[in-house]
C-alpha cells in the first residue's frame, strides 16, 4: 500500500507501506528528497536486521529549503529475524534528534535540543510500520520560526532495537546508521568573478566562496551598460549554469563600451547568494587578416599582374596568417 499516513503515524495512525514501498506527498522533485540505510545486529549470525528507507534514493542526506515547513516526510521500516528473538528493554525505537548522530536510545540532554522526538516504539514482534513528521517538528526547529532566513540545522533520525539472542543473557542493542534532514534556509556566501573581454562579448568565470562550497549547485551572471552619470546600473540576468561549468558566455555586446557584471551562487536548495561586487569589462573588436598583415609591415603589391613581388607578398601573408591562427589558440 502507498496510502497517506498522518503526521506521527505507526500501528495507530495512518495506512501502513509495505517494506521496500516508497512514499513522500509533495516532496520538491528538485530536492535530493530521499535516502536508506540498513541496521545490522550484532549478532554472530547477522541475521537480525532493521531497515529504514525515505522515499526518493539511495543518499544519506534529503535537504529541504524556504516554504518546506509544512512538508511531510515519511519512514518506512521493515525487520528481519527479529520477531524470534526475546524481547528485552525497549524493544524498537524511532526518533528524531537535534544532533548529526545517533545514541542508543532517544535523548534528552541539552545536546539534544532538551528533548528528542520519538516518533514510534515497538515490540520485536512487530515486523513492519510507517513513521511521518512535518519539517516542522524538527527539534533543532523548536522555538524557531521555520520560515526565517538563515537557517541551517541538520537532525538525525534514529533507530535501535534491544533483543537477547539464543543462549544469552544480558540485552543486546543494535543502532541504525545516521540518516539527515537538514533544513537550510542561509544563502551561500557570492562568488568571485573573473572576466576575459573579447569581440562583442565578455566570458565570465565563478569560484565559490565561504564554508559550504560544496552545496553550490548554479551560478547566474548579470549585467549591464556602465552609466556616465550617477544613474543605477539596469542589469540584465542571464541563464543559470551549473557549478561543473563555472563559466558563462555573455554574447551580443557592444565593442568599446563598459560593462558591469555580478554574479550569484545558487544552493541545493535553491537559496541565492547576495550579489558579488561588479567588475568591469569591456568588448573590442578583433584585428581581420588583411589589418594584422598590414601592421606586419605587410604591403599591398604583387598580385596577379605583378611579377618578382607576388611570390615573397604571398610567403609574407602565409606567415602572418599562421602567426594569427596560432595566437588565436
Known sequence: MTDEAAPGGGPDGGDRVAPGLLSLGRMPSRLLAGFAATLLLSTAAGAQTITMTFPGGSTSTTNKGPGTCN????VNWSTTGLSTAVQCGSGIQIWLTNSSSCGTSPGTSA???GSDVVLNSQPLT?????????VSNLPGLANVDCSAAGIDVSNAV?????YRPSSVTDCTTAQASTLIVRYDTKPPDPPSLSLLSEDS?????FSPNGSNTGDILNYQAEYAVQPNDSSAPQYIPTGQVSAQSARIQINGLVNAT???VRGYAFDQVDNRSSASDPQ????QATDGFWARYKQAGGDDLGGCSATGIG???AIFGLAVLAALVRRRR
Open 280 to 283: 568591469t569589462g569591456t568588448p
Open 201 to 205: 562579448r565578455i566570458i565570465v568565470s
Open 158 to 162: 534514529c533507530a535501535s532495537a534491544q
Open 126 to 134: 512487530t515486523t513492519s510500520g510507517t513513521e511521518s513528521f512535518t
Open 111 to 113: 545536546a539534544d535540543g
Open 258 to 260: 563598459t560593462y558591469l
Open 311 to 313: 611570390l615573397p607578398s
Open 71 to 74: 512538508d511531510t516526510v515519511r
